[in-house]
């Protein structure tokens, strides 16, 4: 320990030396180095003679500093370079978990120095010319990220970093032609605009490379083909899925089932997949045609589980019936039904030689069967509650259960006997597999972890947390390097076993978020988003519960019922779907609209809803038979926003025709028009007492009209281009605002007002582009903003200030720069380009990057390739065979 010490000191100390140098003297010597072709930097700075020749270098360029201070500054340059050398920040991985404190420490002592960040950004520039300090260069770039350093536009040509991580590197129009990267972990970087000729990347780590998306509601089962190529999952979304375990890239979707899948299960030749279902049946698919091959009904409950026998020639299934069924797979016949268990078999596991089958049930018990005579072997008791999950080691001489006692027992199959109890899991455990080498026991539970466990010790090895909800279902990959979990937050993640690092993840937005809105308990804010999902958030820990996936195009607005109980979304696709919170299903889809449906708002009582639309119309609809009850038609433009009075006597809406209607709901009348706006009227809200309501234009002003007489009680300016969003606070007293203005310049703020005195309150500035939807919180305390820069923003309303993860836990958002943008590269196809993202998710970014030949590598070999075309990449050998 105290060496590490020591040893940490003096490199904080060595970094010390450099803080006096002339920053502008690092990018000359660079200069020099790179015209005079320099290979071994130090070898030349060591020799006088260079020395001085470097001096006069430095001198004739024009640089207005006295002799004697270059002679120092070079000195200086020389002497640090000799030290970290011979260091271990010039032979270990400072980005390893080993080296943390090291690097905390050091990042917090010169984080504040800008002599030392540009040394840091010479050392990794070195690397283009000395292979000596490639290691050095490549800690460099690593503390370079950690520190938020801004990256943007800068030439990285030919650098050369290896071991180390730049997660979340904000890479946005750099030049890296010629760069060579060899395992580094890129994960969430942003490459929009780069220039990328000839890289030579290899080795590549990345956790967005498997984005298992596709499942809009729990993964209840994976599953491993026998060759570890391909995963099966199985959903309450009714569907099975097949993906490609290297790209991450779904390859097929098994369709033919209405109800949901509970289990999923490969044959040992790969070729088929049962699974179990809600409708009581089990069905056997072909894998490679994706067509079902068989419907095995004899159960008379939901199918909980299934699994084939070594063989593949026999089936086993359990049931909510209390019942396990063996079935002939190449007959489809039900070969016995195995009775014992006096309530629900959740899970069934075949010994590795086929001659047993363990079973586990919600009456506490496990039990053994002997296969060929259809006899109850043996009953294992000690679990305290029910028994959730079984399964073999691959000697067969063990059995691992998982239980809702919160417990995983160890049993020796020949004695029945317990043999250890693992305790760890703080909630149920769902889900028990063993490593194919029978060292290593992965466990699932509702405390949302993964649990690693040595079989031999019954130690815990290591906790993956990640996942958001229920892990229900872990399955180790054939050569045990990958373990698959899934989840009821709808992901499916794959883990590194032996770095225990999340490979991948499915969450978030990846476009711009269109409209945000709080549930009435004020526990979960929904955003509907221009990526065409719906994402539901837990406000206190800033994690997506889950993701709604229906809609065929952007989704414009989403609106809570007032019971929290129904979610609407309105979309370009012209339909409104209503959502139930609890389950995520959706209720209904709404169709009458015959162009985009702009705004949707639940009436107080929740039984109508009133949508806006760019066909120029208003619709209302019964919330309960999902009928249209009327339709509104004096607009002469699009309706941008509806809005309900709290008595729900009266509708606002907003038009692109510049003026504000008010309607009698009940005799589906326009009561008045509201004139005054210059142009498009983008928003409407009323004040919680009903008298008020404020509207936000295309003229960049906010109006406040007397609901009563119609008249205009006050205008505020303030905004500097459109105002989008305006929301009431709960108490009435303060009115939000969101406007926009394109990158790089303008108003993307979001305003606070006094209504009272008509008085701006506050400026709330952050968001990158068009703030497009603002919404209180249920206590006024939070005020939630969606924008065009793809992020949702929260902000403390009383001290009116970002909520950052220094103040709440939201954890992996982007620190801010302020420079300004750059047009550096001449060779950038658009400037229309996310340059800073705000999110709490990874995200790897490459839209315009410019590719030209190289090579881009994972460490398991496969081609990033596809993955920078999904991104928006463009390769310029494909304009090439285009243009011939």
């Given at each position: 320990m105290q060496s590490s010490f020591q040893q940490k000191e003096v490199l904080t100390d060595i970094f010390a030396q450099v803080k006096d140098v002339e920053e502008q003297i690092f990018g000359v010597i660079l200069e020099i180095f790179r015209k005079e072709k320099i290979q071994d930097c130090i070898q030349y700075l060591s020799d006088k003679g260079n020395q001085r020749h470097l001096e006069q270098q430095i001198l004739q360029r024009g640089v207005n500093y006295k002799q004697y201070d270059v002679r120092n500054n070079v000195k200086q340059i020389t002497n640090v370079l000799k030290k970290l050398k011979d260091h271990d920040f010039n032979n270990k991985n400072y980005s390893s978990e080993l080296n943390y404190l090291s690097s905390s420490s050091l990042i917090n002592s010169i984080k504040y120095n800008k002599q030392i960040i540009e040394f840091l950004v010479f050392l990794v520039q070195l690397t283009s010319l000395d292979t000596i300090l490639i290691q050095c260069g490549s800690n460099s770039l690593y503390l370079l990220v950690q520190i938020k350093v801004d990256l943007r536009n800068k030439n990285f040509q030919k650098i050369r970093i290896k071991n180390t991580e730049l997660v979340e590197a904000n890479f946005v129009r750099c030049n890296l032609s010629g760069s060579e990267l060899d395992n580094v972990n890129i994960s969430g970087i942003n490459l929009n605009g780069a220039q990328l000729f000839n890289c030579k990347w290899k080795n590549i780590r990345i956790h967005e490379l498997n984005i298992l998306d596709g499942h809009f509601s729990y993964v209840n089962s994976v599953c491993f083909s026998p060759d570890g190529a391909t995963l099966a999952s199985g959903s309450l979304d009714k569907s099975i899925r097949l993906w490609d375990v290297k790209s991450g890239q779904q390859m097929a979707k098994l369709d033919g089932q209405k109800h949901n899948v509970r289990s999923v299960c490969f044959s040992p030749d790969g070729n088929t997949l049962a699974s179990g279902n809600d409708d009581n049946s089990i069905r056997l698919w072909d894998v490679k045609s994706g067509q079902q091959k068989a419907k095995l009904d004899g159960h008379s409950e939901t199918v909980c589980s299934v699994c084939f026998s070594p063989d593949g020639n026999a089936l086993a299934s359990s049931s909510d019936d209390n019942s396990i069924r063996l079935w002939d797979v190449n007959t489809g016949q039900q070969k016995a039904k195995l009775d014992g268990h006096t309530s629900i078999v959740q899970s069934v596991c075949f010994s590795p030689d086929g001659n047993t089958l363990a079973s586990g049930s919600d009456d506490n018990s496990i039990r053994l069967w002997d296969v060929q005579t259809k006899k109850n072997k043996a009953k294992l008791d000690g679990h305290d509650n029910w028994v959730i999950s079984v399964c073999f080691s691959p000697d067969g001489n063990t059995l691992a259960s998982g239980s809702l006692d919160q417990s995983i027992s160890l049993w020796d199959v020949k004695t029945g006997q317990q043999k250890a109890k693992l305790d760890g899991h703080t909630s149920t455990v769902n889900s028990v597999c063993f490593s194919p080498d029978g060292n290593t026991l992965a466990s699932g539970s509702h405390d949302k972890s993964i649990r690693l466990w040595d079989v031999k010790t019954g130690l815990q090895k290591a906790k993956l947390d990640g996942h958001t909800s229920i892990v229900q279902s872990v399955c180790f990959s054939p050569d045990r390097n990958t373990l698959a979990s899934g989840s009821h937050d709808?992901?499916?993640?794959?883990?590194?076993?032996?770095?225990?690092?999340?490979?991948?993840?499915?969450?978030?937005?990846?476009?711009?978020?269109?409209?945000?809105?709080?549930?009435?308990?004020?526990?979960?804010?929904?955003?509907?988003?221009?990526?065409?999902?719906?994402?539901?958030?837990?406000?206190?820990?800033?994690?997506?519960?889950?993701?709604?996936?229906?809609?065929?195009?952007?989704?414009?607005?989403?609106?809570?019922?007032?019971?929290?109980?129904?979610?609407?979304?309105?979309?370009?696709?012209?339909?409104?779907?209503?959502?139930?919170?609890?389950?995520?299903?959706?209720?209904?889809?709404?169709?009458?609209?015959?162009?985009?449906?702009?705004?949707?708002?639940?009436?107080?009582?929740?039984?109508?809803?009133?949508?806006?639309?760019?066909?120029?119309?208003?619709?209302?609809?019964?919330?309960?038979?999902?009928?249209?009850?009327?339709?509104?038609?004096?607009?002469?433009?699009?309706?941008?926003?509806?809005?309900?009075?709290?008595d729900g006597n009266t509708l606002a809406s907003g038009s692109h025709d510049k003026s504000i209607r008010l309607w009698d709901v009940k005799t589906e009348q326009q009561k008045a028009q509201l004139n005054g706006h210059t142009h498009y009227v983008y928003s409407v809200c009323f004040s919680p007492d009903g008298n008020t309501l404020a509207s936000g234009s295309h003229d960049k002003s906010i109006r406040l009209w007397d609901v009563k007489t119609g008249q205009q009680k006050a205008q505020l300016d303030g905004h500097t281009n459109d105002v989008y969003q305006v929301c009431f606070s709960p108490d009435g007293n303060t009115l939000a605002s969101g406007g926009g203005n394109q990158f790089g310049g303008g108003d993307c703020s979001i305003r606070l007002w006094d209504i009272k005195t008509g008085q701006q309150k506050a400026k709330l500035d952050g968001h990158t582009n068009y703030v497009y939807s603002?919404?209180?919180?249920?206590?006024?305390?939070?005020?939630?903003?969606?924008?065009?820069?793809?992020?949702?923003?929260?902000?403390?309303?009383?001290?009116?200030?970002?909520?950052?993860?220094?103040?709440?836990?939201?954890?992996?958002?982007?620190?801010?720069f302020k420079a300004p943008l750059s047009q550096n590269n001449p060779l950038s196809l658009s400037n229309n380009i996310t340059i800073i993202r705000i999110s709490q998710t990874l995200l790897f970014q490459a839209q315009g990057a410019l590719i030209f030949k190289g090579d881009f590598i994972n460490y398991q070999g496969y081609d990033l390739r596809q993955l920078f075309k999904s991104k928006g990449s463009c390769f310029l050998e494909d304009l090439k065979e285009q243009q011939i």
């Open positions: 709808m992901s499916i993640r794959l883990w590194d076993v032996k770095t225990q690092q999340q490979q991948a993840q499915l969450d978030g937005h990846t476009n711009d978020v269109n409209s945000v809105c709080f549930s009435p308990d004020g526990n979960t804010l929904a955003s509907g988003s221009a990526d065409q999902s719906i994402c539901l958030w837990d406000v206190k820990s800033g994690q997506q519960k889950a993701k709604l996936d229906n809609h065929t195009t952007d989704v414009n607005s989403v609106c809570f019922s007032t019971d929290g109980n129904t979610l609407a979304s309105s979309s370009e696709d012209n339909s409104i779907c209503l959502w139930d919170f609890k389950s995520g299903q959706q209720k209904a889809q709404l169709d009458g609209h015959t162009n985009d449906v702009n705004s949707v708002c639940f009436s107080p009582d929740g039984n109508t809803l009133a949508s806006g639309s760019a066909d120029q119309s208003i619709c209302l609809w019964d919330v309960k038979s999902g009928q249209q009850k009327a339709k509104l038609n004096n607009h002469t433009n699009d309706v941008n926003s509806v809005c309900f009075s709290p603002v919404c209180f919180s249920p206590d006024g305390n939070t005020l939630a903003s969606g924008s065009c820069d793809q992020s949702i923003r929260l902000w403390d309303v009383q001290n009116v200030k970002e909520i950052t993860s220094a103040d709440k836990n939201y954890s992996n958002i982007l620190a801010q």
